[in-house]
């Protein structure tokens, strides 16, 4: 059973930044891409940021410069470095990871980022 725990949510004023954690119950490494999703109020949950296994990264285009993804294969986990935070940026964010052996994909339970102005 895969298991996907976030961590580094919170408030911060515009222009701050956070670090968001996402780590694995066992290797990242059956994974063929993980990632990171939000969703604000009244909105659909859209990507932010995506990783390969091989190290190939995508960013949305609201948040591109100011957010990272990275990994650490020893620790299990990915990261979302987010700098220059803005209001818009306010949402829960999930992590999420697609199975390289099936076409199964996890997801960890949210955590919350609140940016004010």
């Known amino acids: 059973q895969v298991q996907l725990v976030e961590s580094g949510g919170g408030l911060v004023q515009a222009g701050g930044s956070l670090r968001l954690s996402c780590a694995a119950s066992g290797s990242i490494f059956r994974f063929k891409a993980m990632g990171w999703y939000r969703q604000a109020p009244g909105k659909e949950r859209e990507l932010v940021a995506r990783i390969t296994s091989s190290g190939t990264t995508n960013t949305a285009d609201s948040v591109k410069g100011r957010f990272t993804i990275s990994r650490d294969n020893a620790k299990n986990t990915w990261y979302l470095q987010m700098n220059s935070l803005k209001p818009e940026d306010t949402a829960v964010y999930y992590c999420?990871?697609?199975?390289?052996?099936?076409?199964?994909?996890?997801w960890g339970q949210g955590t919350q980022v609140t940016v004010s102005s």
């Open positions: 999420n990871a697609d199975s390289s052996l099936s076409s199964k994909e996890y």
